[in-house]
């Protein structure tokens, strides 16, 4: 009975959007206020209703109700309740279930805390945002039904994927899809403004709430789904390259360019047409992501094996969305030209530089992860991209970009001069320029581009660290009161290009100086790497839940801590599968990581084989991710972006310059 309650409710939804897809345009066309004040209503109630089925599918996996086919397919008795849970998102169609229930979300959100917004736009707005919940929602219930019948009944379940069964994966798709999804609305934005030939500023401070509600979510995801890999696939590694860690990294890059766009329209009333670009560009990438996971065009870790005629359905969808709006942006961008203008040094010059770079990084990006598909499409060669790729044109395009996020928070809006920029900017470059020369010294001349590198990230700390500084810094030196009064925004713009800062850090650390040692060992044995000492105190099995497993035990001496570590090789016995749980020891300095494999044959007789990693400074790379994720969430916790609640700009503390908020 829940399953059809969900099957019902999933019906309603889709009328539900359809008529809120229709009506509110239509009244917006018209003036009729009643047809537009129809589009708040009809969000909500489909979030309610999506709400009702989402709920009643997650209970029959609770339940363990085996005559829901999908649930029999994805859960088993003898899985824990947490991971039969999370099973709900953790297949396609359950997924896309996840994915409407976000995307209705969002728009009862426009519609609950939209009051502020002109009804006009809000009517644009909810209505595009029906239609794409009308394609989505006609995918799951035609071609992904999650509440199919199974009969007969079996006694148990074929589990959920092994490699899922893990704590960071309970929250790394949510958090993603809440990133995806939340581009739809810049989307839904974008498009109305086109249909109304207005993107003011207004329009882009009603929107920018909602792109920081989608980057912030989308980081921590990215973030999240990295360090999973780096601890649970048991190769040692943060990032690879991987298709779908791409379609990941794509619309992150394209959000934040999006993010900077919207801020100069919002205050110059410039680069419109350049927002509202990028604007369906975000959402066009996320969806090309959902497209790479489920079209079945390639294997991956992440992706979805299901059948390739669904992917057909998602890439019509991307087409037709992305190719209308691409189509009514040529038609009215031409109206949305703005008169303001601004010098070659400025900070619209600054961020619109910074547009360019994030631009041409994605455009690599893309290319890297599609070319192999398209050579295997027009002949029989099989390619692929890998890190030497990203290494030759990734990186160079990166450094000019990560220099001009400590450039762009100094430059004034509209004009500025050179000789201004840099006595702002000298006593930063000058700590950059000596922890360069520092390191190149103690690292030695092979080891410049490491220094370099961590030059950067000092560039980078210290430029987010001023921006609060010059801030707070009045005519008569620190002020408690300037202190008080600093904006979130300000705040969270400093520490996200500090997160930076300190990610970049990480990244060559770990690039430089990351060593390891594979080799088999067998217990009572030691082993050197560098400074580290592993020695492999026992091997035995042991029973989980739903798995047994081969545990590895490690004595891990680095001067004079010791650490045990625990490498486990599990075997789940219904799907037929192992995974690697490695063994971690961390440090503000750096990890030191153990993970086993298979049994052999070794100089000592039969042992296993062990992989042991020492990696610098590589937690920082997740830590700057989280103070990137934290700088966005309290730009989004300021008053003077929060839709719904605008208040008057305050009086000014003193006369005199001050630096301009962010």
């Known amino acids: 009975m829940l399953a059809e309650i969900g099957l019902f409710a999933l019906i309603l939804a889709l009328l539900t959007a359809v008529a809120q897809a229709v009506l509110p345009m239509v009244g917006a066309v018209r003036g009729n206020v009643a047809m537009m004040m129809f589009g708040r209503t009809a969000a909500q109630l489909q979030a309610v209703l999506i709400v009702t089925a989402f709920a009643m599918l997650m209970i029959c996996f609770g339940r363990a109700d085996f005559s829901v086919q999908l649930v029999a397919e994805h859960a088993a008795l003898s899985q824990p309740l947490p991971y039969r849970l999370a099973a709900t998102w953790g297949n396609h169609e359950g997924s896309m279930l996840l994915w409407v229930l976000i995307l ?11 009051d502020n917004l002109r009804p006009s736009l809000q009517a644009r707005v909810l209505s595009v945002q029906a239609m794409i919940s009308v394609a989505f929602l006609a995918f799951s219930l035609f071609t992904s039904n999650p509440f199919l019948r199974l009969f007969p009944v079996p006694a148990d379940g074929a589990e959920l994927n092994p490699l899922l069964q893990d704590p960071g994966l309970v929250f790394h798709p949510p958090l993603l899809y809440l990133g995806y999804v939340g581009f739809s609305v810049t989307f839904s934005f974008a498009v109305a403004a086109l249909l109304e030939g207005r993107a003011d500023a207004a329009w882009a401070r009603w929107m920018r709430p909602w792109v920081l509600a989608a980057w912030v979510p989308l980081t921590c995801g990215i973030a999240l789904g990295s360090f999973w890999a780096y601890y649970e696939l ?3 590694g943060w990032w690879f390259w991987d298709p779908v860690e791409n379609a990941s990294l794509m619309p992150w890059l394209i959000g934040t360019a999006l993010l900077h766009s919207a801020i100069v329209t919002e205050k110059r009333q410039a680069l419109a047409g350049w927002t509202i670009l990028l604007a369906i560009l975000a959402f066009s990438l996320s969806l090309i992501g959902t497209f790479l996971v489920r079209s079945g065009i390639l294997t991956s870790v992440h992706a979805f094996a299901v059948d390739p005629q669904r992917g057909v359905f998602i890439l019509a969808m991307i087409v037709g969305s992305t190719g209308t709006a691409l189509a009514l942006f040529a038609w009215r961008a031409p109206q949305l030209k703005s008169g303001a203008l601004f010098a070659g040094i400025s900070r619209e010059a600054g961020l619109t530089l910074n547009n360019l770079f994030l631009m041409a990084v994605t455009a690599v990006v893309f290319l890297g992860t599609f070319y192999p598909v398209i050579m295997e499409a027009v002949s029989t060669d099989k390619i692929s991209v890998g890190p030497p790729y990203y290494n030759l044109v990734f990186v160079p395009l990166m450094i000019p970009l990560l220099l001009l996020v400590t450039v762009g928070p100094v430059l004034q809006w509209k004009r500025d001069g050179a000789a201004r920029v840099g006595d702002k900017l000298r006593w930063t470059a000058i700590v950059a320029l000596s922890a360069f020369a520092g390191l190149w010294i103690a690292l030695g001349i092979r080891n410049a581009a490491s220094a370099f590198g961590f030059a950067l990230a000092v560039w980078l700390v210290l430029g987010g660290v001023m921006v609060l500084v010059r801030r707070w810094r009045g005519p008569d030196g620190f002020s408690g009161r300037l202190v008080r009064n600093t904006p979130p925004a300000v705040i969270g713009m400093a520490l996200a290009h500090a997160g930076l800062g300190v990610m970049t850090a990480g990244v060559v650390m770990m690039s430089g100086y990351a060593t390891s040692k594979i080799l088999v060992m067998t217990p009572g044995e030691t ?12 091997v035995g099995e042991v029973r989980g839940a739903n798995y047994t497993a081969t545990q590895a035990r ?6 004079d801590r010791l650490r045990d570590l625990k490498s486990e090789r ?12 490695a063994g971690i020891g961390t440090s503000i300095l750096g990890n030191s990581y153990v993970a086993i494999g298979d049994v052999q044959a070794g100089p000592r007789g039969q042992g296993i084989v062990v992989r042991i990693y020492h990696h610098p400074l590589v937690g920082w790379i997740w830590f700057g991710a989280l103070m990137m994720a934290m700088g966005g969430a309290s730009s989004l916790a300021d008053r003077r ?6 208040v008057r700009a305050p009086r000014p503390l003193f006369s005199g310059n001050l630096v301009p908020a962010e």
């Not at 209705?104 to 939209?114: D, K, S, V």
């Open 641 to 646: 972006f929060r839709i719904g609640a605008p």
């Open 104 to 114: 209705a979300i969002f728009g009862a959100g426009i519609a609950r805390f939209g």
């Open 554 to 559: 490690f004595a891990v001496r680095e001067g």
């Open 527 to 538: 082993t050197m790497l560098g400074a580290m000492q592993v020695t492999l105190n026992s």
């Open 570 to 581: 599990r075997f789940y016995p219904i799907s037929r599968s192992q995974t690697t749980e």
């Open 234 to 236: 048991g190769w040692g």
